[in-house]
């Protein structure tokens, strides 16, 4: 009876640690593409199929490891789309992780909201290690790997060198950029399982892809970095269109029925569209009326910055790294139309 419960014992005792043993194992698995040591928390919209990343606020760097955009899936009966892959392979190789945690349907798409550095650099990890996932863009992205816009091509590769800097060990050597297996022109929309998933162009605004998706049944949308919330947003670019970037806002409110849950590019998530958006419009009409009211006055560009009222958004994140050139690329967009 004795040998007989020492026996028991020691099963209980073996399945115990196995039981312990077996997730922490998994938790430790070596990512290729080098450790994430930031919190990676996965938040669900409440009682939908939709779960999301966000990002820190503020510009890639060492400090937050390149985890400045927000990501998030959508789990279906036939398997998993993706909307963005965050800024480095480490992060889109931890987003694999975090997706195969809720459910072990294949990843089937991934769509990208366009092609800046912190929402593509994952591609990698979903290239090698999602195989069956075709990457989805619109064509004005194909530009940026080397298309048909031969410099945004250019500009594609002089970041990729910045960030191999930047971001060491996260991005370098062997980082390489992905293009899209599929391009679209102004919509992309398809089923999968019972959802109905309706991509459209919005750009150029931030850039000349910018486009967003709408899980209709859900009435949830994710709009990539048509809109901001709680940081600046980066207009420093020649591919950036912010009367058209307006414009796009304006689609978005008029959207019917509203959507419910706003996944914006960066910041946190919204139940109101007009809410959602209200910063991005309000900080981009501010900057394009300072500027043309120096341009009215005949000040140079130094004279108007210095002379605008900056109190509002000088605390938010980016603002030293992105407000100043942000608003030099819009004094020159409108200067031709004063001389």
Same mark, same amino acid.
């Given at each position: 009876m004795y040998n007989l419960n020492r026996i028991i014992t020691h099963l209980v005792l073996s399945l115990a640690v196995f039981v312990i043993y077996l997730p922490s194992s998994q938790a430790a698995k070596k990512n290729p593409y080098g450790e994430v040591s930031l919190p990676f928390k996965l938040y669900q919209i409440p009682n939908k199929p939709v779960y999301y990343i966000l990002g820190e606020s503020g510009v890639p760097g060492k400090d937050n490891e390149g985890h400045t955009s927000n990501a998030g899936f959508v789990v279906t009966k036939e398997g998993v789309v993706v909307f963005d892959s965050l800024g480095t392979p480490a992060l889109g190789y931890r987003m694999i992780e975090r997706i195969k @945690?809720?459910?072990? $349907? #294949?990843?089937?798409?991934?769509?990208?909201?366009? *092609?800046?550095?912190?929402?593509?650099?994952?591609? $990698?990890?979903?290239?090698?290690?999602?195989?069956?996932?075709?990457?989805?863009?619109?064509?004005?992205t194909l530009g940026y790997v080397g298309g048909d816009r031969a410099t945004q091509g250019e500009a594609a590769q002089r970041r990729l060198v910045q960030r191999r800097k930047a971001l060491a060990p996260w991005v370098d050597d062997n980082t390489y950029l992905v293009a899209a297996d599929i391009t679209f022109e102004k919509e992309y929309d398809f089923k999968m399982g019972d959802l109905t998933f309706e991509v459209r162009h919005l750009g150029p605004a931030?850039?000349?892809?910018? =486009?967003?998706?709408?899980?209709? @049944?859900?009435?949830?949308?994710?709009?990539?970095?048509?809109?901001?919330?709680?940081?600046? #947003?980066?207009?420093? =670019?020649?591919?950036?269109d912010v009367r058209n970037w307006l414009k796009g806002l304006s689609y978005l409110t008029d959207l019917k029925p509203a959507p419910t849950s706003i996944i914006p590019g960066h910041g946190g998530v919204g139940k109101d569209v007009s809410r959602s958006l209200g910063f991005t419009k309000k900080y981009l009409e501010f900057v394009v009326e300072a500027m043309k009211f120096g341009l009215q006055e005949y000040d140079s560009f130094k004279e108007? *910055?210095?002379?605008?009222?900056? =109190?509002? *958004?000088?605390?938010?994140?980016?603002?030293?790294?992105?407000?100043?050139?942000?608003? *030099?690329?819009?004094?020159?967009?409108?200067? #031709?139309?004063f001389f």
């Open positions: @945690e809720i459910t072990d $349907q #294949p990843i089937k798409k991934v769509i990208v909201s366009h *092609y800046h550095a912190d929402h593509i650099y994952g591609l $990698q990890a979903f290239k090698e290690h999602a195989k069956q996932a075709k990457i989805i863009a619109q064509q004005e931030h850039a000349p892809g910018d =486009s967003i998706m709408l899980v209709k @049944e859900l009435g949830v949308l994710f709009s990539g970095d048509v809109i901001y919330k709680g940081r600046i #947003p980066f207009l420093d =670019s020649p591919e950036t108007t *910055y210095e002379k605008t009222d900056w =109190s509002e *958004y000088e605390d938010l994140p980016a603002f030293r790294a992105s407000n100043r050139g942000n608003a *030099y690329r819009i004094y020159l967009e409108l200067e #031709p139309e």
